[in-house]
């Protein structure tokens, strides 16, 4: 366990924010959350567990404690004629994951590639692309509680998935850290190509097209759209995609007849948010030391490294202000504000 004081948070957000934190602690197991539970300093502080940062805003210094997972382990469980089953540390990239499991041909996860973040984080945010979330491949979540120290395991439902969302985003089990995730992969996948951009790249150049073959051409799709946040601050998808009522959406299509949309199967519609973005003339639009990148309206950028938060914020506020006058949608941050 490392344990460090009013460290900074530069390295420890993609955005590149300047923030500090009182306390930031790196876990590495079971054993370091045993002694972190038993002291009454800490058990007294505010604490926050992240990944990469990849999916978080901070607005202002962060006064508590940081915690993040060092839990590096990947444990093939067992497998049968179908599936193979894993145990994959909190710690671990999930684009490292993504990786080892499709070259070995094994499917289900392969649409996600090149999501930033971490595996445990990857399992709260219930992330997603391409037509493919997380939350359908895991089949629990082991947690540790800061407080008690019980360890439970979530089963997949028990975690209560919906878009981007799982019950360890509410408040009242935000005190449950997760340490490892069991996930559940195909031996003989159906490749899942529902996306038009990624279909098309896949059919024109593989004729018998294997999980590798989509991650690598998912990751080509993602470095031509998105900024590499080592070089440009971004979280990726800025803005939740809003879904609709039937009756909105064909209100809408009459106006805008050639809007992308997904249908889904209660009958509502998905809009791209960055559609509704970009059609408000907002793709690289600037607001001081933030922005909007210039080929992907859904991601909000930290143009010349010197924006805070609250810049971040404020640009966040506009845009959804343009969006609702023009649409009278509300479009709500996949980004997660930390004050």
Known sequence: MEIRQNHSLLEHNTFGIRAQADWLVSFHGLEDLSLLARDEYFQECRCLTIGEGSNLLFL?????????SEIQTIER?????????FLVGSGVRWNDF???????????????AFIPGEVGAAAIQNIGAYGMEICERIVAVHTFHRRTGEQRIFSRDEC???????????????????THVHLRLDKNPTLRLDYADLRERITSQYKTPTPDDVRREVISIRESKLPNP???????????????DAS?????????????????????????????????????????????????????INADGEATGQDIARL??????????RFSIAIEPEVRYIV
């Open 60 to 68: 202002a210094n962060f006064h508590g404690v940081i915690l993040h």
């Open 77 to 85: 469980m067992c497998e049968d004629e179908e599936h193979v089953y």
């Open 98 to 112: 993504v990786s080892l499991a499709s070259k070995e041909g094994l499917g289900g996860i392969e649409n996600l």
């Open 160 to 178: 209560a998935y919906a878009y981007r969302h799982s019950i360890f985003k509410e408040p009242e089990y935000a005190d449950y850290i997760v």
């Open 230 to 244: 080592k070089v440009v601050g971004n979280a990726g998808s800025f803005f939740m995609n809003p879904v609709v």
């Open 248 to 300: 909105v959406f064909e209100a809408l299509q009459r106006s805008y007849p050639n809007m992308p949309h997904y249908p889904l199967a209660d009958g509502r519609v998905k809009v791209p948010a960055g559609w509704l973005i970009d059609t408000c003339g907002l793709k690289g639009y600037r607001m001081g030391h933030a922005g909007v990148y210039e080929k992907q309206a859904l991601v909000l």
């Open 316 to 325: 966040a506020e506009h845009i959804q202000s343009e969006v609702m006058q």
